[in-house]
């Protein structure tokens, strides 16, 4: 088993910046690729970037270029640098850390983007 606390969500205007964390525990070295995965109110949850266990990242189209996923092995955390943060960007974000033979989740932070 794996358990994901994530931390930094919060409220800023438009044009700001927030970091998000994921500190994992539990059976880490089952875990290769980690990530983050936004849903928005009424929508489905959605890729926003991910980050293997080599450094290999892969980001969304809609968040290129302002968002960067880093991961610290030492703390076992990834993190989520989000830049030029936009309203549309208001959501729920989740951790996710892909297992051998399933997937686990955070339980969330609300990130909310003002105009």
């Known amino acids: 088993q794996v358990q994901l606390v994530e931390s930094g969500g919060g409220l800023v205007q438009a044009g700001g910046s927030l970091r998000l964390s994921c500190a994992a525990s539990?059976?880490?070295?089952?875990?290769?690729?980690m990530g983050w995965y936004l849903q928005a109110q009424g929508k489905q949850r959605e890729l926003v970037a991910t980050?293997?266990?080599?450094?290999?990242?892969n980001y969304a189209g809609s968040v290129k270029g302002r968002f960067t996923i880093s991961r610290d092995h030492a703390k076992n955390t990834v993190y989520l640098d989000m830049n030029s943060l936009k309203p549309e960007d208001t959501a729920v974000y989740y951790c996710?850390?892909?297992?051998?033979?399933?997937?686990?989740w955070g339980q969330g932070t609300q990130v909310t983007v003002s105009s």
């Open positions: 980050i293997t266990s080599g450094g290999t990242t």
């Open positions: 996710i850390a892909v297992g051998r033979s399933m997937n686990y």
């Open positions: 539990g059976s880490i070295s089952s875990i290769n690729v």
